[in-house]
């Protein structure tokens, strides 16, 4: 994130008039079911930090030795639950078995190509105690970081918590990250130990992981070994004697219990590397304590998590989404979460839908990439099954363009469900501002206000909060238990990162702006602000404006030198279905963003291309489309970048990937 470049107010031209109250029928049964329990909630918290946050951890976190004092120190270097002692696996697994819930479901697992697992919370206990058994003999015990590089199987669920179980910090490293993504962050965290696969399926081809383990370790000389899970019975695994080892042959005999080791409230429970847009990779340290609070009470409150409830977050566990709402929220809460391995387009584009009717899902939790490329499809994949079982519906990852929130609402929710719209990040560790489900009316757009014991704001360059519908820095006032600690073995750029810009607050590098009824306005990363002959325009705008035309399912909005305005407006625009765009459509589409939002708003330029490039966790690289724009050489790193050949095609010609 640039800090040298002004980030002056950010205009706002669209806006968003429709509501939804949340069905009666829901907020009769919410776990937060009304309006003065969360003013009361907000009021405590903000008052008394302390003392709010040392009562919900009392009441919902299982100690091995309770704490001194709830809060210590105030932001960067603030401190949870100092003195305590607790074990992440606990709060997951073993409280759950001495009540009925020993035999409940806790993960119901699918893989790509059609086999089925459930486990059990005994089961899984039984498991996690076996693998802890194995990390002991491995020499793998507290203060070790252990990489996981997995596909979407148990085994990863499973490896997690074991690691959780002996003390280890584990680093999880996205499968679809190449050699050189693993071995950079094995060295960064020191890793010991990597837990991997012979590979995985995606869209019915193999992914082939332990081969790139193999090439990452000539990269990584703190690596001592290596534990390999078969998944797709790949023959030419090379295992590499007294260095690599199989899964299954390290768990034969192993016994299933195994005592939990009590780490400090603070201990690092993961690292999980983030990519800025340049520089190395940021290693987010999250604590035990503090981090499990947050996932849990999060998953509690947003997702109004139920114990019938059969929850499904779409998200790779590789991603944060995938830490704290496949695993730890859930589980902390005693739920039933769903994990599918692969493509939501595989055997074709109603695999999703299909295993929300098998399941019975009742809640599902994805992003707006997904959404988009649902609309895309077509309606008929969803229409062709039974989603009635589905009560609630959310979204995270990037600003959702209110056509995709409608159309969700519509065609996935059948009008019935309320969406909860979740902005959150990797540093923040759980939800910080989304609808509470049984009590805020929603706009599609808006991720309405923040959770109990969450104090957001808008401010302007200098710190000042900004008035209504003004579009400023979005920041964090006051620690929250959940918050990233520091970036791993580097203090100063943390400080830097988050701190730096405006003292004593959390700037998380969003634009947003509030309306005069208190809901927050994501307008997308302050990087992409467009600053059109001085306006200072939100991409997330004209993208809305861009997809709210029928023919259009997903636009990439960016700026680029322009003689008089200084930044014209340029827009990558893919269309619904496969026709080709007719020859009057780029001017219809420049009219139609001029009418949705004003003149100056009115696109400079509309390039129609097949897809726009994303991050490998669904989010739009506009970094990469204002090279293009530009007519620049692409720079800086593009490894985070789903499918290299967009970024090939919109370029018309070769690149060499790096
Ligand atoms: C959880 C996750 C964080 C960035 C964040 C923001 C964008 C996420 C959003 C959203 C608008 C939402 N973002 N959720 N923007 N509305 N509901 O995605 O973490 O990968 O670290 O990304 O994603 O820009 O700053 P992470």
Redesign the pocket.
């Known amino acids: 994130m640039s800090t040298s470049e002004s980030h002056g107010n950010i205009e706002s031209h669209l806006h968003e008039t429709r509501h939804f109250a949340p069905p009666e029928e829901f907020a009769r049964q919410a776990n937060i079911g009304s309006e003065e329990q969360y003013q009361a909630m907000c009021t405590r918290a903000a008052e008394d930090p302390a003392g709010f946050w040392g009562e919900i951890a009392l009441d919902n976190l299982t100690w091995s030795k309770p704490f001194d004092s709830a809060m210590q120190g105030d932001m960067p270097d603030t401190k949870w639950f100092v003195g305590g002692e607790i074990n992440a696996s606990v709060q997951c697994l073993d409280r759950h078995l001495t009540t009925w819930r020993k035999n409940k479901a806790a993960i119901i697992w699918e893989g790509e190509p059609g086999d089925k697992r459930v486990l059990t919370y005994q089961e899984l206990h039984r498991q996690v105690c076996k693998f802890s058994n194995v990390l002991k003999q491995l020499g793998v015990g507290k203060g070790d970081r252990v990489t996981l590089y997995m596909p979407m199987i148990p085994e990863l669920a499973i490896a997690m918590l074991a690691c959780a179980r002996v003390g280890a910090t584990h680093s999880i490293i996205f499968g679809g990250f190449s050699a050189d993504a693993v071995a950079e962050r094995n060295n960064d965290a020191q890793a010991k130990l990597v837990i991997t696969a012979d590979g995985g399926w995606r869209r019915g081809s193999e992914i082939l992981l332990k081969k790139a383990v193999d090439e990452s370790l000539d990269k990584s000389p703190t690596i001592e070994k290596v534990v390999v899970v078969k998944r797709i019975n790949y023959p030419h695994v090379k295992m590499v004697p007294d260095r690599d080892y199989w899964w299954h042959d390290l768990m034969e005999g192993q016994p299933g219990e195994f005592e939990a080791e009590p780490v400090d409230s603070e201990h690092p429970l993961f690292i999980l590397y983030?990519s800025g847009s340049t520089g190395k990779p940021k290693g987010?340290q999250h604590s035990t304590a503090g981090y499990m609070l947050g996932a849990m009470m999060t998953t509690k409150w947003t997702f109004d998590i139920k114990e019938e409830d059969t929850y499904w977050c779409t998200?790779d566990i590789g991603?944060?989404?995938g830490h704290?709402y496949i695993v730890y929220g859930p589980l902390a809460n005693g739920a039933t979460t769903l994990m599918y391995e692969g493509a939501p387009n595989w055997p074709d584009e109603g695999r999703f839908w299909s295993i929300v009717e098998a399941y019975k899902v009742n809640t599902f939790y994805t992003?707006?990439t997904a959404i988009r490329a649902f609309i895309k499809w077509g309606d008929q994949w969803p229409k062709q099954h039974d989603l009635s079982s589905l009560r609630l519906l959310g979204?995270?990852?990037?600003?959702?363009n209110p056509q995709a929130w409608m159309w969700y609402h519509e065609v996935i929710g059948d009008e019935k469900c309320p969406i909860v719209?979740?902005?959150?990040?990797?540093?923040?560790g759980g939800h910080m501002?989304?609808p509470l489900p049984g009590i805020q009316t929603t706009t599609p757009g808006s991720?309405t206000r923040p959770l109990p014991g969450v104090v957001a704001d808008v401010v302007d360059e200098q710190g000042n909060s900004l008035g209504p519908n003004e579009g400023g820095l979005?920041v964090i006032k006051q620690p929250w238990p959940h918050m990233l600690r520091t970036l791993w073995n580097d203090h100063d750029r943390f400080l830097d990162t988050y701190f730096s810009k405006l003292p004593g607050m959390y700037f998380?590098?969003?634009g947003a702006r509030k309306d005069e009824d208190g809901n927050f306005w994501?307008?997308?990363?302050v990087d992409d602000v467009l600053n059109v002959s001085g306006h200072r325009l939100s991409t997330?705008e004209v993208e809305s404006a861009l997809v709210s035309h029928d023919d259009v399912a997903e636009a990439a909005v960016v700026g680029f030198p322009h003689e008089l305005k200084g930044e014209g407006i340029c827009c990558f625009v893919t269309l619904k279905g496969d026709a080709a765009a007719p020859a009057a459509l780029e001017d219809e589409l420049k009219k139609h963003v001029r009418s949705q939002i004003g003149a100056i708003a009115t696109p400079d330029q509309i390039r129609f291309t097949v897809a726009v490039p994303k991050?490998r966790?669904g989010?739009i690289m506009r970094r990469l489309l204002r090279d293009i724009a530009a007519g620049r050489e692409t720079v800086g790193d593009t490894t985070t970048l789903e499918d290299y050949s967009v970024l090939m095609k919109l370029r018309g010609g070769e690149e060499k990937e790096g």
């Open positions: 983030t987010v998200a991603w944060i989404t704290s992003a707006p979204t995270v990852g990037e600003p959702i719209d979740t902005w959150w990040q990797t540093e923040t501002l989304a991720c979005l998380a590098g969003d994501v307008m997308g990363r997330m991050t966790s989010k």
